[in-house]
């Protein structure tokens, strides 16, 4: 399953967030259960986008349950076009 993800913070959550993206991307702890495909950071404020493949939604939530002290979220499951046109029958 293919998802979109918005991430978006106060200005304060920045300092906190710089650290443990260090460390975490130090560390290794990313999690392998999921596939981070592209990820966007935004200039002026805490937030993002993030395009990420997971099997399994729980696997997307775990992630995000390391950063919602943070930020707040938004997921949207999104199918590439090849794959809505086969499932409009168009392929």
Known sequence: MLFVVHWS???SARK??????KSMR???SRSKEINIIARWHA???PGGY???EADDA???AAWIIQ???LFN???TPVMTAEAYDASLGLL
Not at 16 to 21: C, L, N, P, S, T
């Open 9 to 11: 913070g106060p200005a």
């Open 16 to 21: 906190v967030a710089v650290e443990r993206y």
């Open 26 to 28: 130090n560390n290794s």
């Open 43 to 45: 200039i002026a404020e």
């Open 50 to 52: 993030a395009v990420i």
């Open 58 to 60: 729980s696997k997307l």
């Open 67 to 69: 950063w919602n002290d």
């Open 73 to 75: 979220f938004t997921l």
